[in-house]
């Protein structure tokens, strides 16, 4: 960029004079226009939002700076300089003393302010010569900057001064999610998804806060996860998919690369291994564990409910035992889910008998369990989590027992459902989920008590999706506004003001490629961003 600039200034003089000329200029505070913080389409809302009705002006002569002995500051300061040079080609220095051209700066500062009540809470201020961000933790600061990525333009304002400047809004921002957990699901089971499409949806989630990837990482139709100690489930039934084609799996390298990529946007890997139904690729690897005494086939078709492991042998529990153990070693986050759905052939004693004793085998390897709602009628721990999906009567088990609950309902949270009759993808057997419907309701509206609720996830199945535009389809843009149900309060959430913001993410997710639904619900802000705008050096 310097040197743009440098060519710049000597289409309009001497290189000497020029060069003065810069030096001074930059010392002189720019007039900024008047920019509204409370007009941004900021998604999710903040907590609270005061603006002071100037800019501060980002360009070539702002550098960021962070606190260097709290832990990751610097990583989330060079993160978002990476980010804005992605998006408006301009090289922002990172830590770099001595720069004699630095007017400017943003600060990523740890603060033990009591203020800061979450570890991921942020104070945002941006004023005319600095922006500042507070955080307890460096989760809080990067929190902080997805906000500030939100906040700055795409395009220069090249008005205000030679250099090109890109006015952010100022003001006050002050927040903290609502719910500690956001989350979505990707099933890479039905369909099996690649390493590089996972960490695509990880940057995405991350853009909006989401903390939380949990994956479906086997069912009946394939096994994705390789286990060292029964190589067979990934050669397999790893080897197919719904519809016949030729599946694929995670070595243990691949699991590891998505769970430092997510690490590095304070996102947690959820692994699930379901059982003790959707296990007929596990039994197809390894027929004893079924217990029917024959040796299915693989499954390549979209039922459910059909396959069971056999509860009552010791065997089955040594396999189980195995799997948990390779799985919670490779992953850092504190949960591990064991699925528990649609066990249907599993006789209900049999099923109580089960989740009692995979919960211990879970403890055993230092994780928490989570389970879909069915596990709460089994006797569990109140430290135990169960993710409601379909039975309010499940859910209300699990209240009694003192579980926390991730509010997942069907209805309302699978982004799996069809958006109408017209959509391309999905199925439709829990309703159709347009883009209304999937924002205007409340976690908080079920009788659950809030501080029983963990937070919200939706949950994304792939048996009619095989490929990344595919699920960009169903996912974007209904994620983003269960991002803004786990993060924002229900007093900072409306469709009318949302959806004029949920259209302000077009030129965003066109920029990444997106092949999001365009809804006709929304007025989708046209994306006039073309690269040819930056001026290459
Ligand atoms: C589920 O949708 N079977 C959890």
């Known amino acids: 960029m310097m040197k743009t600039f440098c060519i710049r200034c000597l289409f309009f003089a001497s290189l000497t004079l020029l060069l003065i000329a810069c030096t001074e200029e930059k010392k002189e505070r720019i007039a900024m226009p008047v920019t509204d913080l409370s007009e941004a389409s900021l998604i999710p809302k903040p907590l609270k939002t005061i603006p002071t009705n100037s800019a501060f002006p980002l360009d070539q002569f702002t550098a960021i700076y962070t606190s260097k002995n709290a832990t990751g ?7 978002l300089a990476n980010k804005l040079k992605d998006k408006i080609n301009l090289t922002i220095p990172v830590n770099t003393q001595g720069a004699n051209t630095v007017e400017r700066v943003i600060y990523i500062n740890q603060s033990d302010s009591i203020d800061l009540k979450t570890p991921e809470a942020y104070q945002l201020y941006i004023n005319q010569d600095s922006i500042i961000i507070n955080s307890n933790t460096a989760e809080g600061a990067f929190r902080g900057i997805q906000t500030l990525r939100q906040l700055v333009p795409l395009k220069s304002n090249d008005t205000l001064a030679p250099q090109k400047i890109w006015p952010v809004p100022s003001g006050k921002i002050i927040d903290s999610p609502n719910f500690a957990y956001r ?8 369909h099996f998804f690649s ?8 940057d995405l989630l991350s853009y909006y806060k989401i903390n939380m990837l949990h994956l479906h990482l086997s069912d009946d139709q394939g096994w994705r996860i390789e286990i060292k100690s029964w190589p067979k489930l990934t050669e397999v039934g790893g080897s197919t998919e719904v519809g ?7 070595t243990q390298e691949d699991y590891k690369e998505i769970v430092r990529y997510a690490a590095e946007r304070y996102m947690t890997i959820i692994p699930e291994i379901d059982m003790p139904g959707h296990t007929n690729a596990a039994s197809v690897s390894y027929p004893f564990l079924n217990g029917n005494g024959k040796t299915p086939k693989l499954y390549e078709g979209m039922r459910v409910g059909f396959s069971t492991f056999d509860t009552r042998k010791d065997t089955v529990y040594a396999f189980i035992d195995d799997v948990v153990r390779e799985i919670a070693a490779i992953t850092p986050g504190p949960y591990f889910h064991v699925g528990g759905d649609e066990s249907h052939v599993t006789k209900k004693k049999d099923y109580i008998h089960f989740i009692n004793k995979v919960e211990k085998i879970v403890h055993k390897h230092g994780k928490q369990m989570i389970g879909w709602d069915e596990v709460a009628i089994a006797d569990i721990d109140s430290t135990s989590i169960s993710q409601w999906w379909a039975s309010e009567e499940n859910a209300k088990k699990a209240v ?8 997942s309902p069907a209805k309302k949270a699978y982004l799996d459902m069809e958006y109408d009759t017209l959509s391309k993808f999905g199925l439709h057997w829990a309703g159709y989920i347009p883009v209304d419907t999937a924002y205007i309701w409340s976690p908080e509206e079920y009788g659950i008590p809030k501080e029983n609720i963990l937070g919200v996830e939706a949950p994304l199945w792939s048996e009619t999706i095989s490929n990344i535009d595919e699920l960009e389809y169903l996912a974007f843009p209904r994620i983003i506004g269960y991002s803004e149900l786990s993060w924002s309060i229900k007093e900072n959430r409306d469709w009318e003001n949302y959806k004029d913001r949920l259209a302000d993410q077009a030129p965003f997710l066109d920029r990444m490629d997106v092949k999001y639904y365009p809804s006709a619900l929304i007025d989708w802000k046209k994306s006039d961003y073309t690269y040819e705008t930056i001026e290459k050096d």
Do not use: C, P
Not at 73 to 79: A, M, Q, S
């Open 183 to 190: 989350g979505s699901m990707l099933d890479v089971a039905r």
């Open 195 to 202: 390493v590089d499409d996972v960490k695509k949806y990880i």
């Open 244 to 250: 016949g084609e030729s599946g694929g799996f995670f």
């Open 400 to 407: 009694n027992k003192g579980m926390q609950i991730i509010v």
């Open 73 to 79: 500051f610097e990583e989330v300061g060079t993160f």
